[in-house]
């Protein structure tokens, strides 16, 4: 069923439509996440002015002495994030107001509402592929590394464990990213009910647990469930009456105010699916590469394992090891008998049958070990340690999260 053009709002509609209208376009804008390609020089001249009222906001009227952090944590509800909101609905309130005195006579907004749903539906739509991809090439949740697998389940962070439970399984991953791939559907006129039902389904799951496990997205995250809802509403009686009442319905949709000329109609298609591969193109291979970095996919050591130390033997006295984590090259680690951690890079030559470990603020090349492999669990090192002679033995520790089968049958619940 095509909407009608002619068809007059009332006054409460056309105030909420306003007032969505300002609230999602500068939403979309300021919280863009890597969605949209925006140009660069118009990325940092608009942010170093928002900055400047935020910082304003943030000082000059709440009076918090906020000093925004130099450090990207990938975090999406920082201060500066909560104030940026804040002056969104500031403005959006603002805009609405102004829109509203100066515009009286406006029957309806179709056009604009028809521009706006595009842009939504985009914006969510090609968020959640992002997502998508991330799941299935799994680099948003990575297998659990011996770092996290060594830690303690009550010295876990809610956002740990999460990011632990969902990288432990290929699998779920997979379904995980199929469910927001299929939020394609809202690319796409025809299907954009279904899709919006979908994200909803979606956007609201990752809401729950942004909000119960403390993962710091929980402004995005509701912002897709507000939007998923704001694409179904034109239709919210028709999907009552065919899911609760048995009725038959048809759905609304919006008519395009653009022309039926073949041309136009033509290189509106051909720009809708250049804009789709730009957007969506770089992620896949940025994935990728990251995937490569430091996923899945990141090269192990030589020697890989987190080992306990047997045995610690040094001709004078130096911090005592407990624990050898020989993973990548530039992640591993050394626990030490007091539970601090030092980190340091490794590399392990399997010619000469040596480990080299070598810390940041060492001065000289590393540390150099002999190693060797007495069996599939136990590592002998000797070598030179902050110049004195070390000797090592170490036993690998096997983790049961990763060592258990996938079993068809279960007896009993292995339930540890």
């Known amino acids: 069923m095509i909407q009608n053009s002619y068809t007059p709002w009332t006054l409460a509609e056309k105030i909420g439509f306003r007032f969505v209208f300002i609230f999602f376009s500068l939403f979309i804008l300021f919280f863009n996440n890597g969605v949209f390609p925006i140009p660069g020089i118009l990325t940092i001249n608009l942010f170093q002015g928002i900055q400047i009222i935020v910082m304003w906001l943030a000082n000059g009227v709440l009076g918090l002495n906020y000093i925004p952090s130099t450090v990207s944590g990938g975090s999406g509800d920082t201060t500066y994030h909560y104030i940026m909101l804040l002056f969104v609905s500031l403005v959006s309130v603002a805009g609405c107001l102004i829109w509203s005195l100066f515009e009286t006579e406006k029957s309806n907004y179709n056009k604009l509402l028809y521009w706006l749903t595009v842009i939504v539906r985009f914006y969510v739509g090609i968020m959640f592929i992002h997502y998508g991809l991330a799941k299935i090439i799994k680099v948003q949740f990575a297998s659990p590394d011996l770092m996290r697998l060594l830690t303690i389940y009550g010295d876990s962070s809610p956002m740990g464990l999460a990011w632990t439970f969902f990288g432990f399984s290929n699998g779920y991953n997979i379904f995980m990213g199929i469910a927001e791939l299929l939020c394609v559907l809202l690319l796409f006129k025809r299907t954009v009910v279904l899709g919006a039902i979908i994200s909803l389904m979606v956007s609201a799951n990752v809401m729950a647990v942004n909000y ?143 480990l080299v470990i070598s810390f940041n603020d060492d001065l000289n090349t590393g540390h150099t070990f002999n190693y060797h492999v007495l069996d599939s669990d136990n590592l002998e090192l000797t070598g030179m340690y902050f110049g004195r002679t070390l000797k090592v033995k170490l036993k690998r520790q096997h983790f049961k999260l990763t060592e258990r089968p996938f079993n068809w049958i279960s007896e009993d619940p292995y339930n540890r």
Not at 265 to 281: A, G, N, Q, R
Not at 314 to 342: C, F, G, H, T
């Open 212 to 354: 119960f496990f403390d993962v710091p997205v929980k402004i995005l995250s509701t912002a897709l469930v507000v939007m998923s809802l704001f694409l179904l509403a034109p239709n919210f009686y028709r999907l009552v009456d065919f899911f609760l009442k048995d009725k038959a319905t048809s759905l609304k949709v919006l008519e395009s105010p653009m022309t039926n000329k073949r041309g136009l109609l033509y290189t509106k298609i051909t720009f809708k699916y250049l804009f789709i591969v730009v957007c969506i193109l770089p992620t896949v291979f940025s994935n990728l590469k990251r995937r490569e970095i430091y996923g899945d996919a990141a090269p192990k050591l030589p020697l890989y394992g987190a080992y306990s130390v047997d045995s610690f033997t040094s001709e004078a006295p130096v911090p005592k090891w407990e624990k050898l984590i020989i993973q990548r090259s530039a992640y591993s680690a050394i626990k030490m008998a007091n539970d601090n951690i030092e980190y340091c890079n490794m590399t392990v030559d399997t010619t000469k049958h040596q």
